[in-house]
């Protein structure tokens, strides 16, 4: 049995589902695109849930705003011949082509086209997956080849030396700036259209200077990227094409 439940937690409505179940004897919360869902014991009462949901609000808050952040709901992609793949904002079209030779699959870029070889006679399921893997790592070489100069640009904007870069995997940011002030970005950003991937790294990099999102913060960001606003808004127009 599946019931709706929200709250106001500091100003921020927290809507989810409590789902019952007699093989639970704990509660369970997950955030997802598709909201929060709660699994919960069959005998535990409602209220009893919604308290234990609310001690984590600021949980559940960072999640949705993890998502939120990267826009929308992700594509589902089944990774064959015609669909579109993006780099740099420009689309790309995905041409699956049987190789005797392809033991390790790698992604060749001709013209607007993104040419994946795979073994014949390979299981649709294999096949599917040995591309996808081909083309992450072609999106992480990409990202690596790509970011250090646009953040050595940002960082020369902002009067500061070049921070260290890391390409990471992350499921819910585009990016982040640690205590240290290393730059991690996501190699899913590589994606976008420069002028978003530019946003992003000129939004870590300012916290540097300012590791919160204070007037010190946006004043930095706004100087050195006028129409930072507009780019953000259009990365959440964006943004879940680029997630899979």
Request: overall charge positive.
């Given at each position: 049995?599946?019931?709706?439940?929200?709250?106001?937690?500091?100003?921020?409505?927290?809507?989810?589902a409590?789902?019952?179940?007699?093989?639970r004897?704990?509660?369970?919360?997950?955030?997802?695109?598709?909201?929060?869902?709660?699994?919960?014991?069959?005998?535990?009462?409602?209220a009893?849930?919604?308290?234990?949901v609310?001690?984590?609000?600021?949980?559940?808050l960072?999640?949705?705003?993890?998502y939120?952040e990267?826009?929308?709901?992700?594509?589902?992609?089944?990774?064959?011949?015609?669909?579109t793949?993006?780099?740099?904002?420009?689309?790309?079209r995905?041409?699956?082509?049987?190789?005797?030779?392809?033991?390790v699959?790698?992604?060749?870029?001709?013209g607007?086209?993104?040419?994946a070889?795979?073994?014949?006679d390979?299981?649709?399921?294999?096949?599917?997956?040995?591309?996808?893997?081909?083309?992450?790592?072609?999106?992480?070489?990409?990202?690596?080849?790509?970011?250090?100069?646009?953040?050595r640009?940002?960082?020369?904007?902002l009067?500061?030396?070049?921070?260290?870069?890391?390409?990471?995997?992350?499921s819910?940011?585009?990016?982040?700036?640690d205590?240290?002030?290393?730059?991690?970005?996501?190699?899913?950003?590589?994606m976008a259209?420069?002028?978003?991937?530019?946003?992003?790294?000129?939004?870590?990099?300012?916290?540097?200077?300012?590791?919160?999102?204070s007037?010190?913060?946006?004043?930095a960001?706004?100087?050195?990227?006028?129409?930072?606003?507009?780019?953000?808004?259009?990365l959440?127009?964006?943004?879940?094409?680029f997630?899979?």
């Amino acid at each position: 049995m599946t019931a709706a439940h929200e709250f106001n937690f500091g100003g921020e409505l927290v809507q989810f589902a409590i789902e019952r179940t007699s093989r639970r004897k704990t509660v369970a919360i997950s955030v997802g695109f598709d909201g929060v869902r709660v699994l919960a014991p069959s005998d535990l009462d409602d209220a009893r849930v919604i308290e234990i949901v609310r001690k984590k609000g600021p949980w559940v808050l960072r999640k949705q705003a993890g998502y939120r952040e990267l826009g929308g709901v992700p594509i589902d992609r089944e990774f064959v011949s015609g669909e579109t793949y993006h780099y740099l904002g420009r689309p790309f079209r995905l041409r699956i082509v049987h190789d005797a030779d392809a033991i390790v699959s790698r992604i060749v870029a001709r013209g607007s086209t993104l040419i994946a070889p795979v073994l014949p006679d390979m299981q649709a399921a294999i096949q599917r997956s040995a591309v996808r893997s081909a083309l992450r790592h072609w999106y992480r070489d990409k990202a690596k080849k790509h970011f250090p100069e646009r953040v050595r640009l940002v960082a020369e904007a902002l009067g500061i030396s070049r921070p260290p870069i890391h390409i990471v995997d992350q499921s819910k940011r585009w990016g982040s700036c640690d205590a240290r002030g290393h730059i991690r970005l996501n190699w899913r950003l590589v994606m976008a259209p420069v002028p978003l991937i530019d946003y992003v790294i000129a939004h870590e990099t300012c916290h540097i200077l300012e590791h919160n999102h204070s007037r010190r913060f946006w004043r930095a960001l706004e100087t050195i990227m006028p129409d930072f606003e507009e780019r953000l808004r259009r990365l959440d127009r964006l943004g879940h094409k680029f997630i899979w």
